[in-house]
């Protein structure tokens, strides 16, 4: 079964950037859709960017647009998040998540379109 290694996170002054990077931990050509969901405690897993699996699409959570980028390596399964400006409510798990199948042309932005996770990383922002 397919794991999604992630990498990045830890303790990031307000105002500052931060790299999130999430890797397949094989090849598989069956990878469309993945993204970057966050959650903070007694709230709901949101999406915070997705793409698609030919990397034409993007999608972006409006707490976060204009101040991140997610790219896509396809060739190795790896897909990274890169957030400025950071702000205290940044401040959250983040977790990784792929989908399996489906069209190449979708970036999912619901927990449901995702079958695939990984164990999160914790993202403090200091102020």
């Known amino acids: 079964q397919v794991q999604l290694v992630e990498l990045g996170g830890g303790l990031v002054q307000a105002g500052g950037s931060l790299r999130l990077s999430c890797t397949a931990s094989e090849p598989t050509s069956s990878i469309t859709s993945m993204a970057w969901f966050r959650q903070v405690p007694g709230k709901e897993r949101d999406v915070v960017v997705a793409?698609?699996?030919?990397?034409?699409?993007?999608y972006y959570a409006d707490s976060v647009k204009g101040r991140s980028t997610i790219s896509r390596e396809n060739a190795k399964n790896t897909v990274t998040l890169l957030m400025n400006n950071l702000k205290a409510e940044d401040t959250a798990v983040y977790y990784c998540?792929?989908?399996?199948?489906?069209?190449?042309?979708?970036?999912?932005?619901?927990?449901?379109?995702?079958?695939?996770w990984g164990q999160g990383t914790q993202v403090t922002v200091s102020s």
């Open positions: 998540a792929a989908r399996r199948g489906g069209s190449v042309w979708y970036a999912g932005r619901i927990e449901e379109d995702y079958d695939t």
């Open positions: 793409v698609s699996g030919n990397g034409m699409n993007t």
